[in-house]
């Protein structure tokens, strides 16, 4: 069999370790919460339809105020918005919300990594991605990535508590060039499928 060469697809800028108090300053000024949230809902680019329906969850949310003013807001459920965000933007088939189904946390190999986040969300293109680190970011909630799961560290590609895992199971494509001489292989592709995709044409990795 002929080698190729392999080019993995790694997501930019993966988990993010910063911790976020449960309770923010009560001294900063008051925001007007509606800018961020504006700014956040116009970086998404949406249809028409979908704007008015994030904008309309989020405004509604005196929780995301509070955390937008810099005043006393709860971490959890400000995860739980973060992950009902991701259910209007990619569809309620691709966020498990809490509690997140058991298979789903199973998945990791180690039972050290078996932890429950506020929800998993199942990315299955470069585009649900962009959504997910867009939303992760404004509402500065922590999340995991996991590919394989194989990590046995709890918390590499796992989560307990407020935060999101971002499972790239569905980014699972294996693209042989034409040329046959280099394979794109998406990050939630396993060996077997690589493998038995690859055989027909004579070529492995
Ligand atoms: C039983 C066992 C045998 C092993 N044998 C080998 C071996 O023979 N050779 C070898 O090299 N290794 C081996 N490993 C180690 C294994 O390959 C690594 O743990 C590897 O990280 C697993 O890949 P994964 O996709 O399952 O990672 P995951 O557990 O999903 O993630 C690992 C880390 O990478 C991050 N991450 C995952 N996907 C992405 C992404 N797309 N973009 C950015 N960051 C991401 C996660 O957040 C996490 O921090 C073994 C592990 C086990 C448990």
New binding site residues.
Partial sequence: MAPLSVI?????G??QAASFSRFAPSLAPRLNANKPIDAFVDSLRLQKEQVQVVHDYLVKDSNLDAYLGHRSYDSTQLAATACGTLEILLGKDSVDTSPVNETVVQE???QT?WLSPNCASFPDSKEDVSLIIKTVQFFGTQF??????????PG??SLAGPGLLID?QRLNRISLSRDGKTVALE?GARWGAVYSTLDPYNVSV
């Fill in positions: 993995c697809l790694v997501l930019a993966a988990s990791s190999w180690s990594a995991m990535v996991r590919s394989g799961g194989h990590s046995p560290n590499f590609s790239l990050p």
